[in-house]
């Protein structure tokens, strides 16, 4: 069983290699080393905050777009192309390919991550020309925005396991942005009177609350991160990331795969 | 013993915005295909046949009715590692090469790594990939990504194969080739389903056949049982062109061939025909029944039936 899910995720993750989705690494790495020039040059004092703050956004953003634009077609393409066909008459379980396809697309986002990390180490080093015990904290949110990775990948499955590529894509973009401003959502709900106030809280408790692993500015501002926030993120991501991949599962599993 | 069992398999697709409309793509049908045996599955485009074959994989769900293959549960796991299948159009990740796919295939058909890379080698060179084997799938032919498909579909040597429509795409040369696969693989005791609508392939190979016409099973039989029938028309052929211009006053059509002529005619007329023929002192040299070929029995299989779209209850 773990065997054929990493035998799948391995494919996965080879399918996202071969297919240049690390190339937006270059991207990255040119946009790491412009702003680490060009910021020591017109921000005198606060190189660091903007180096983390645009180090940290990038990742975030090129990310989500890899865990969207290839999440959705995880399953999607599989079944299009009909190479889903020779798998399943493998004695391979449907929950373990979507395990197994969950599993590839996390560990190109690690491994994505992992490499823009060190850019974005290289760059606080490269202005710092040493690192400082506040770049811990630094690990922390690039931990946190990996946890986001997770969720929307889990829940871009969930989407593509019943619905169109596209209507999978504006789902999850549409739950990334919902989910951004959770605690807005929940400010509102307080406000709010009768059925807004139930279906906001509904909303605010259903969607992912990515409001509360997004420690961006603070960590550029060289705040601490308490590991309470840490490990209760761990959880809820867990949680989340756990109950969507079984929602998937129990849609795939009785879909008619034509 | 029979390797596959179908019993009342059925599929009905439901559509419309409601789903209140539906269409039955396989009506209940039993079938009972034995061990070693080649079974071709025939029909038309839009028969039914992949149909038949996606439930048997699991790609799809029976709307009721069910299979047994190797005496199990078609649902069961177990069943996977005993099956090999062979999809129509057979598609595979063309960022991979042969032999990577195949390896691929290989770990998750539970084969152990010390034998993968020797059978992925042995199974390109039996398909005939062995210099090809390197390449990435894009740049495959589509006769030779049917190839690739064949060998993954033998690949972990399954007991029963499934192969739908596996001449499609081939030159005359490789649909020669596979078929000599087809037997080989019975030499070595395998079961195999294989479907298609090109008569003559299954003619040259097949134990027996069905045919399949608007997702209901016509016709099961050995090819000399289905062509049997003679319709009660008899050939009569005979040496000297003197009989023709009597048995043709019988208003029987007759083709001279040389010095000789045949002539097919309805069973009852053969008396007056050889009547005909002593009474003109011709040589008769042969009357023999009248075998209707596969495709006229095909033919005669494919009269409208029940109606394929069916309004909500």
């Keep these: ?258 | 013993m029979a390797a596959i069992e179908i019993l009342g398999l059925q599929k009905t697709y439901s559509y419309g915005f409601w789903r209140k409309r539906h269409r039955v793509a396989l009506h209940p049908f039993q079938l009972s295909i034995e061990a070693g045996e080649i079974f071709g599955y025939l029909g038309p485009n839009g028969a039914g046949k992949t149909t038949t074959l996606r439930l048997l994989m699991g790609i799809i769900f029976p709307t009721s009715g069910g299979a047994r293959i190797l005496g199990r549960d078609m649902q069961d796991p177990r069943v996977k590692a005993q099956i090999g299948f062979l999809p129509e159009h057979p598609y595979f990740y063309d960022y991979l090469s042969a032999a990577e796919l195949l390896e691929y295939y290989a770990q998750l058909s539970g084969l152990p790594a010390r034998d993968r890379k020797r059978r992925v080698e042995a199974m390109l060179q039996r398909v005939g990939l062995a210099e090809g084997g390197h390449l990435q799938l894009r740049k495959f032919s589509k006769g030779m990504l049917q190839r690739v498909g064949i060998a993954q579909a033998i690949l972990h040597d399954p007991k029963v194969i499934f192969l739908d429509e596996p001449m499609s795409g081939l030159d005359p040369i490789g649909r020669r080739e596979v078929r000599d696969l087809i037997q080989s693989l019975k030499e070595e005791g395998k079961t195999i389903l294989f479907s298609t609508h090109i008569l003559a392939d299954a003619e040259d190979i097949c134990d027996r056949v069905g045919v399949l016409h608007m997702g209901e099973l016509r016709g099961v039989g050995s090819i000399s049982e289905l062509t049997a029938g003679t319709g009660g028309r008899v050939e009569v052929h005979w040496q000297g062109l003197s009989a023709m211009a009597a048995v043709a006053a019988l208003g029987i059509e007759c083709r001279p061939v040389g010095d000789t002529v045949r002539c097919v005619l309805p069973e009852k007329q053969l008396d007056a025909v050889l009547d005909s023929i002593r009474r003109s002192h011709a040589h008769l040299i042969s009357v023999s029944p009248v075998r209707i070929t596969l495709e006229d029995y095909f033919m005669q299989q494919l009269g409208p039936r029940p109606a394929v779209v069916e309004s909500a209850p």
């Design chain 1, 1 to 258: 069983m773990i065997t054929r899910i990493s035998y799948i995720a391995s494919n996965t993750f080879r399918e996202a290699v071969r297919d240049r989705v690390l190339y937006n690494l270059i991207f990255f790495a040119l946009l790491m080393a412009a702003s680490s020039i060009l910021v020591g040059q017109i921000s005198i004092g606060i190189e660091r905050q903007i180096s983390i703050n645009l180090g940290l956004t990038a990742i975030s953003l090129f990310g989500l777009a890899i865990a969207i634009f290839i999440g959705i077609g995880l399953v999607s393409k599989e079944i299009e192309k009909r190479t889903l066909y020779t798998l399943l008459s493998r004695p391979v379980r449907r929950w373990e390919f979507i395990v197994g396809k969950f599993a590839g697309l996390s560990l190109t986002l690690l491994v994505n991550t992992a490499l823009m990390a060190v850019g974005v180490f290289a760059s606080l080093f490269y202005i710092a020309h040493r690192f400082t015990g506040a770049d811990v904290y630094v690990l922390v949110a690039i931990y946190f925005i990996v946890l986001q990775f997770l969720i929307v990948t889990a829940v871009t499955l969930l989407f593509s396991s019943f619905s169109t590529p596209i209507l999978s894509a504006v789902l999850a973009l549409a739950m990334f942005v919902i989910g951004t401003f959770a605690e807005d959502l929940r400010a509102f709900a307080a406000m709010a009177q009768g059925v807004e106030r139930y279906l906001a809280l509904a909303a605010a408790y259903v969607l992912p609350n990515f409001a509360s692993m997004n420690v961006i500015t603070p960590v550029a501002h060289g705040e601490a991160i308490a590991g309470r926030l840490v490990a209760l993120n761990t959880l809820y991501a867990l949680l989340y990331v756990g109950a969507a991949l079984a929602a998937a599962v129990v849609i795939f599993e009785h879909r008619d795969l034509k």
